[in-house]
């Protein structure tokens, strides 16, 4: 069974820094992209990213929106993907996805990390 | 930046009835490859999204027959052939052709 357990929500301060991590299980890691989507408390959904894996390179792409202060990363020998979010604004504020991303539409989502900027 | 818009925004559907919704795309989702990149998610309240739909008519594992994708290019639909009281949620489409990839703003669909 597929499972993806997203961890490192919590309430930050804004300007600060936060990782998020997403621990999975139940399929070979290393055989698929993996991306993050959010969504806002009341919104909708939005794509920040996704990276690649090691055989097409293992690079990321993001959403413009979060490009430059968000990053990407991978440890395929503990099967865990992470969102670095740098600069944290109170427009982050939102629930945090991290799904599996075979190739043009995500097929497994986690139940989320809660990100909440406030001073 | 493809843009997708849902319609209606709000559903109401009394149970055995059916519903569709509309999801339309900026531009064409069709592939060279024959394949058309459209994906239908529901949220159920209080829950993650899952997905429902892939390559516009695929359904996905373990989802119920009722669901149906359709459409081509850029106008899609998602028809549920009787609504039952578990189909209540925010429906998303959702295009993956090309990054951005992008969501459509979401259907509510709700019990009459």
């Known amino acids: 069974e597929v499972d993806l357990v997203e961890s490192g929500g919590g309430l930050v301060q804004p300007g600060r820094s936060l990782r998020l991590s997403c621990t999975t299980s139940g399929f070979i890691f290393g055989d698929y992209a993996m991306a993050w989507v959010r969504q806002a408390p009341g919104k909708g959904l939005e794509w920040l990213g996704f990276i690649r894996t090691k055989t097409y390179g293992g690079d990321a792409v993001y959403a413009a929106s979060v490009k430059g202060r968000f990053t990407l990363s991978r440890d395929d020998s503990k099967r865990i993907a992470y969102l670095q979010i740098n600069s944290l604004k109170t427009d982050d504020t939102a629930l945090y996805y991290c799904?599996?991303?075979?190739?043009?539409?995500?097929?497994?989502w986690g139940l989320g990390t809660l990100v909440t900027v406030s001073s | 930046e493809i843009v997708m818009t849902q319609s209606p925004l709000s559903l109401p559907v009394a149970p055995g009835e059916p519903a569709s919704i509309s999801c339309r795309s900026s531009?064409?989702?069709?592939?060279?490859?024959?394949?058309?990149?459209l994906n239908w998610y529901l949220q159920k309240p209080g829950q993650s999204p899952q997905l429902l739909i892939s390559l516009a008519s695929d359904r996905a594992s373990g989802v119920p027959a009722r669901f149906r994708g359709s459409g081509s290019g850029t106008d899609f639909t998602l028809t549920i052939s009787r609504v039952e009281a578990d189909d209540v949620g925010v429906y998303y489409c959702?295009?993956?052709?090309?990054?951005?990839?992008?969501f459509g703003g979401g259907t509510k669909v709700e019990i009459k």
């Open positions: 531009q064409s989702l069709l592939h060279s490859n024959g394949n058309n990149y």
């Open positions: 799904v599996r991303y075979p190739s043009g539409f995500f097929d497994f």
């Open positions: 959702m295009q993956g052709l090309q990054t951005p990839l992008t």
